[in-house]
């Protein structure tokens, strides 16, 4: 995960300035998301960014641990926390995989716009499911670059290697909403919820239920 630390490092302070794309599918993601949160929810948000959205959450949960790869995308979530005033919301480099987060833990698991940037993603979902306390919920929303059209995806398969090359793109895998749910389901949970929020939007977002055996 170094290479990926190293990217969102440089580019950190940029993302934090940029526009969020498809405002209508982020308000009801957080919509949808707080509904299945409760007060007193210990929540773990994986690949949080800057931090935004674990923030607009904090008073859906009683105690939010926000993670990610980057240092400095954790830097700066802690800079707004502050300015915020908000005290339940913390902040830590980490990964799903790291043992920093103790198995069984947690009542909720946040992953926006995450899975399709982690090599591993089977191993990832499992992981997602130790870390829950048992009937759990996993919310998450993927990019989907194989729900794309052909010449939107030949574009992409093109685009994307060449970037990487040069090191202005992570690594990203081409999943589709089946191959998510697939995913998920087979990690050991039962899915409540999977959809689109908008006809443009490529991202499925998926609410999931930890089971109590695989």
């Known amino acids: 995960m170094q290479g990926a630390e190293k990217f969102w490092d440089k580019t950190a302070r940029r993302y934090e300035k940029q526009p969020i794309k498809n405002m209508a599918a982020y308000i009801q993601t957080l919509e949808q998301?707080?509904?299945?949160?409760?007060?007193?929810?210990?929540?773990?948000?994986?690949?949080?960014?800057?931090?935004?959205?674990?923030?607009?959450?904090?008073?859906?949960?009683?105690?939010?641990?926000?993670?990610?790869?980057?240092?400095?995308?954790?830097?700066?979530?802690?800079?707004?926390?502050?300015?915020?005033?908000?005290?339940?919301?913390?902040?830590?480099?980490?990964?799903?995989?790291?043992?920093?987060?103790?198995?069984?833990?947690?009542?909720?698991?946040?992953?926006?716009?995450?899975?399709?940037?982690?090599?591993?993603?089977?191993?990832?979902?499992?992981?997602?499911?130790?870390?829950?306390?048992p009937g759990g919920v996993f919310v998450s929303k993927t990019v989907c670059l194989s729900n794309a059209g052909f010449f939107a995806?030949?574009?992409?398969?093109?685009?994307?290697?060449?970037?990487?090359?040069?090191?202005?793109?992570?690594?990203?895998?081409?999943m589709s909403s089946a191959e998510v749910e697939s995913c998920i389901r087979d990690a050991g949970f039962e899915i409540l919820e999977s959809r689109n929020f908008t006809d443009q939007s490529m991202s499925r977002f998926v609410v999931a239920r930890k089971t109590q055996a695989l």
Not at 49 to 62: C, R, V
């Open 33 to 133: 998301t707080r509904a299945r949160l409760s007060p007193n929810d210990r929540v773990l948000e994986l690949g949080c960014g800057s931090g935004m959205t674990a923030l607009m959450l904090a008073d859906a949960a009683q105690q939010i641990t926000a993670s990610d790869v980057s240092g400095e995308m954790v830097a700066i979530g802690r800079e707004k926390a502050r300015e915020q005033q908000v005290e339940n919301v913390d902040f830590v480099q980490a990964t799903v995989f790291d043992d920093v987060f103790e198995e069984e833990s947690y009542d909720a698991i946040l992953a926006f716009n995450l899975l399709h940037l982690i090599e591993d993603t089977t191993g990832a979902v499992a992981r997602v499911r130790a870390l829950l306390k």
């Open 153 to 174: 995806r030949l574009l992409m398969h093109l685009l994307i290697p060449a970037m990487q090359l040069v090191k202005k793109a992570p690594y990203v895998r081409a």
